[in-house]
């Protein structure tokens, strides 16, 4: 049974992980352990259990204790659970607390990227994609999509800090996900052709079809501004654009993720 605590001053050092506590902070937290993140709404909270994820504490509005939270407050045992009223927990999260929890969890450790791609016919490479609410809303399109992985090199935004978990609806702990530390080329290595996502003279239209008859590809998409950078579109084996209308001369990284994801995830 969930162990209710009762909170009523907002300087509570229980709520230090909720209301004062950044994201860098919660990442080093057990340091040299793996540290926290937060997971929001019963639906994400309890998709975290279901694929493993340890919880810490939770934080859950008065009303919602027999209400949204009930089944996840049955599978939690006797983990904390930090109650209140709405007007403390709103001052707490900085917004209206309509999900009705808040849940603090343990990182697991990072996969492998050999882990990540075994068996996989299409993973994802973000490279330094900084826009947490970008890279949450990629990984949402990736796991509906077919695709098997992502892959992030180190400038990307962490999935699961708190926006990326929540615009993502819990597909972060869904899809398998780790950081590259070496050049996207080593993924021939592994059996992988890769596609960059870009405009540039050279490139092939996204329905060419030898994209189509690659067995294994890799689709790397860039920052939200600039795009890839010409040395990693060098060295890709494909450059790929999305045919655009009307004079635009692109699309949102995460809105051109779901269209790639759409046309190259279904091609095999």
Not at 68 to 92: C, H, M, N, W
Not at 114 to 132: F, G, H, S, T, Y
Not at 155 to 160: I, Q, R
């Amino acid at each position: 049974m969930a162990n209710m605590i009762n909170i009523t001053d907002f300087n509570s050092s229980e709520l230090d992980i909720y209301a004062r506590l950044s994201e860098k902070q919660l990442f080093h937290y057990h340091e040299p352990d793996f540290g926290l993140f937060i997971a929001e709404s019963p639906k994400v909270i309890g998709t975290a259990l279901d694929a493993g994820y340890e919880p810490v504490s939770l934080l859950v509005e008065e009303k919602h204790i027999h209400g949204q939270a009930k089944d996840i407050l049955s599978r939690v045992g006797d983990t904390p659970v930090y109650t209140g009223t709405f007007e403390l927990l709103s001052k707490i999260t900085g917004f209206k607390m309509t999900r009705g929890a808040l849940c603090a969890m343990r990182r697991k450790p990072m996969l492998s990227v050999e882990n990540v791609c075994r068996n996989a016919k299409r993973i994802v490479v973000l490279d330094q994609v900084m826009n947490p609410t970008n890279v949450g809303a990629i990984f949402r399109s990736a796991a509906a999509l077919n695709m098997d992985g992502i892959l992030l090199t180190q400038g990307c935004s962490n999935p699961l800090y708190r926006r990326a978990i929540r615009v993502s609806m819990g597909t972060v702990f869904q899809i398998p996900w780790t950081y590259i530390n070496s050049e996207i080329s080593s993924l021939k290595n592994l059996g992988f052709a890769s596609a960059a996502m870009a405009l540039d003279e050279d490139s092939i239209s996204i329905d060419h079809p030898a994209l189509v008859a690659e067995e294994k590809l890799a689709i790397v998409m860039g920052t939200e501004g600039d795009g890839l950078a010409s040395s990693t579109i060098e060295n890709c084996d494909y450059t790929v654009c999305i045919p655009m209308a009307h004079g635009v001369d692109s699309l949102n990284v995460a809105a051109a993720s779901a269209v790639a994801f759409w046309q190259l995830g279904n091609s095999n």
